[in-house]
T-cell receptor
Framework: EDKVVQSPLSLVVHEGDTVTLNCSYEVTNFRSLLWYKQEKKAPTFLFMLTSSGIEKKSGRLSSILDKKELFSILNITATQTGDSAVYLCAVQDTGNQFYFGTGTSLTVIP | KAGVTQTPRYLIKTRGQQVTLSCSPISGHRSVSWYQQTPGQGLQFLFEYFSETQRNKGNFPGRFSGRQFSNSRSEMNVSTLELGDSALYLC?????????????FGPGTRLTVT
């Protein structure tokens, strides 16, 4: 059965800390891996990764995919209270099905 | 540019009833996907529509169905509601499945089944 597992389930850090969120997957016919940020509303898109070893960056956020070991990490440097959210990882297969992890809840304390 | 809109935003139904939810994608977007989000199961894919055709469907019973109109607006229907159908139903649109997987989510419809 295809699945996506995220860790840790929740995380509490202080402003300025750097965090690493993990996403491992077992999905047949992998197409892409996506990261979303969900606050008290609908998820917003962060990154889409399709190739191993190529880091994607957007400001203080970056992500990389390892297709051999079947995982991805999302890094957030110099965290701010506005980074507090649930971060969702999803894998899309070649049949365009999406499989979501249960998310990592990040709380950034001032 | 207006974002994805979903109506209604909140809905309360009783077991056995049916419900229809509506989603209007961002102008120019032709792909609409539906998701169910519950605290226990997280976010789960329901189905995707592109050019009025269902491209694929997640692992949900046949009580869940949908359709897409020529203007790309989509509706999702759930018949014979069960308590477990209480969830936030999210719709997401993208330009086209084969070209762009950046999906933009709507605010969701919160369905409560009593």
């Amino acid at each position: 059965e295809d699945k996506v597992v995220q860790s840790p389930l929740s995380l509490v850090v202080h402003e300025g800390d750097t965090v690493t969120l993990n996403c491992s997957y077992e999905v047949t016919n992998f197409r892409s891996l996506l990261w979303y940020k969900q606050e008290k509303k609908a998820p917003t898109f962060l990154f889409m990764l399709t190739s191993s070893g190529i880091e994607k960056k957007s400001g203080r956020l970056s992500s990389i995919l390892d297709k051999k070991e079947l995982f991805s990490i999302l890094n957030i440097t110099a965290t701010q209270t506005g980074d507090s959210a649930v971060y969702l990882c999803a894998v899309q297969d070649t049949g365009n099905q999406f499989y979501f992890g249960t998310g990592t809840s990040l709380t950034v304390i001032p | 540019k207006a974002g994805v809109t979903q109506t209604p935003r909140y809905l309360i139904k009783t077991r056995g009833q049916q419900v229809t939810l509506s989603c209007s994608p961002i102008s120019g977007h032709r792909s609409v996907s539906w998701y169910q989000q519950t605290p226990g199961q997280g976010l789960q894919f329901l189905f995707e529509y592109f050019s009025e055709t269902q491209r694929n469907k997640g692992n949900f019973p046949g009580r869940f169905s949908g359709r897409q109109f020529s203007n790309s607006r989509s509706e999702m229907n759930v018949s014979t509601l069960e308590l477990g159908d209480s969830a936030l139903y999210l719709c997401a649109s993208s330009l086209a499945p084969a070209e762009s997987y950046e999906q933009y989510f709507g605010p969701g419809t919160r369905l409560t089944v009593t």
